[in-house]
């Protein structure tokens, strides 16, 4: 079946311009996570979505990314004035999110956005 | 806050060879585990993962690993690599408490040489 898709799969813009970032869920899974990987890292928590809630934001490094996922499937990451150190691939992953089982759901992820901000 | 470490950066192998990379983390309570691997080219992809049960799991492509409470470790192995595993691997976990985010090592870059 179809995996997780991401949208676009680069994005090159410029310093103090708007983004847009989209995630498309595997079918049905209901959980759904942004994280961002810098070179040479390993990736990092942004938010986590369950149904069309942000359920943990805890990693948003500041108050010009935001998300939303106004339906429960697609969810978008946008980023305000972006700077140069935003640059990064932006990974979306999804799960099931299956009630009575929140501890041991498997992660999937997608191919990423390479955002470059110059 | 929880961390995870992965001590061997860059790995050169020859086929054949057996292979272990190291990951160790830093959390008390109860943990889950994943083992993520990320050919060339490719997204990450799941390797295996540890919930509870029998600390040794075994997942796809040969790989195993093995969890000791004891030394906060979650070690993979491979007894025989192929040139075909050259791709980075990243140790995971999250506090087994209801927090879902993944924390991430840094990765290691394991290169087999023909």
């Known amino acids: 079946g179809a995996g997780v898709s991401q949208t676009p799969s680069n994005k090159v813009t410029e310093k103090g311009k708007y983004v847009e970032l989209r995630c498309d869920p595997i079918?049905?899974?209901?959980?759904l996570y942004w994280y961002r990987q810098s070179l040479g890292q390993g990736p990092e928590f942004l938010i986590y979505f369950q149904g069309t809630g942000a359920a943990d934001d805890s990693g948003l490094p500041n108050d010009r990314f935001f998300a939303v996922r106004p339906e429960g499937s697609v969810s978008t990451l946008k980023i305000q004035r972006t700077e140069r150190g935003d640059s990064a691939m932006y990974l979306c992953?999804?799960?099931?999110?299956?009630?009575?089982?929140?501890?041991?759901?498997?992660?999937?992820f997608g191919p990423g956005t390479r955002l470059t901000v110059l | 806050a929880q961390s995870v470490s992965q001590h061997n950066h860059h790995v050169i192998l020859s086929e054949a060879a057996s292979l272990e990379l190291g990951c160790n983390y830093s959390?008390?309570?109860?943990?889950?585990l994943f083992w993520y691997v990320q050919y060339p080219g490719q997204h990450l992809q799941l390797l295996l993962k540890?919930?509870?049960?029998?600390?040794l799991v075994k997942g796809i492509k040969g790989f195993e690993a093995e969890f000791i409470k004891s030394k906060f470790s979650f070690n993979l192995r491979k007894p025989s690599v192929q040139w075909s595993d050259t791709a980075e691997y990243f140790c995971a976990v999250n506090a087994g408490t209801g927090r879902r985010a993944l924390t991430f090592g840094s990765g290691t870059r394991l290169q087999v040489q023909p």
């Open positions: 079918s049905g899974h209901t959980a």
């Open positions: 992953a999804s799960s099931s999110g299956t009630s009575g089982t929140l501890d041991t759901d498997t992660q999937y």
């Open positions: 959390y008390g309570g109860t943990v889950n």
């Open positions: 540890y919930f509870s049960g029998d600390p």
